[in-house]
């Protein structure tokens, strides 16, 4: 089993509408959580970081259920510009901040 | 507001040849991480380092070498590439902290043949 899952897509949707993407992960120890935007053959960027109470930056809110080990990301009034690779990110509980990626969900919008 | 640079962008090598790819990051980070980047596969760790004159072997070492002498480089070795090596490099560095991210280069196009 991967340790972070994620629906590779894509979600195809049209401009305003609402998108949510979930992600797993396998180490009920993990410590922190990240959502990151990656463009087509670009770096990964970081987009918000996911908070145990859920937390919100403009459009996007993330939120995380730890009995479950589930992490989610809902996008509302999606813009073109949107369109990009969301990539669940997972810290194990070590010494070391080793970060584990998701192989990343496709988002497209479209007009 | 360089913060993390790779060098060089694109490199096509043959089976092997030997090749340096270098990051350099402005932001004082302790840790460094070099990742290579497949479709289907995600981003998986290569090596990483925890601060100047330290190294250690991540997901996937096998292959490569790593040093890290300044604080601000860590530089990434193929001493005979192969054909599997082609892919996306990225470099990223971040402070210990756990909850701080990493801050990525805008990466390295390998194709060996």
């Known amino acids: 089993r991967k340790e972070v899952e994620q629906d590779p897509g894509p979600f195809n949707v049209p401009e305003g509408a609402t998108v949510a993407f979930n992600c797993t992960y396998s180490?009920?120890?993990?410590?922190?959580f990240f959502w990151y935007r990656q463009d087509c053959r670009k770096e990964p960027k970081l987009l918000m970081s996911?908070?145990?109470s859920g937390n919100e930056d403009g459009r996007f809110t993330a939120q995380l259920n730890r009995a479950s080990q589930y992490i989610s990301l809902l996008i509302r009034d999606s813009k073109l510009s949107d369109s990009a690779t969301y990539l669940c990110?997972?810290?194990?509980?070590?010494?070391?901040?080793?970060?584990?990626f998701g192989t990343g969900t496709r988002l497209l919008v479209s007009p | 507001n360089a913060g993390v640079t790779q060098t060089p962008k694109f490199r096509v090598l043959k089976t092997g040849q030997s090749m340096t790819l270098l990051c350099a990051q402005d932001?004082?980070?302790?840790?460094m991480y070099w990742y290579r980047q497949d479709p289907g596969m995600g981003l998986r760790l290569i090596h990483y380092?925890?601060?100047?004159?330290?190294?250690a072997k991540g997901e996937v070492p096998d292959g490569y070498n790593v040093s890290r002498l300044k604080k601000q480089n860590f530089l990434l070795g193929l001493e005979s590439a192969a054909p599997s090596q082609t892919s996306v490099y990225f470099c990223?560095?971040?402070?210990?902290?756990?909850?701080?991210?990493?801050?990525f280069g805008s990466g390295t196009r390998l194709t060996v043949v």
């Open positions: 990223a560095s971040s402070y210990p902290d756990r909850g701080s991210g990493y801050t």
């Open positions: 180490n009920s120890a993990s410590q922190s």
């Open positions: 996911v908070y145990s």
């Open positions: 990110v997972v810290s194990p509980n070590t010494g070391f901040q080793k970060l584990v």
């Open positions: 932001m004082n980070h302790e840790y």
């Open positions: 380092s925890v601060g100047e004159g330290t190294t």
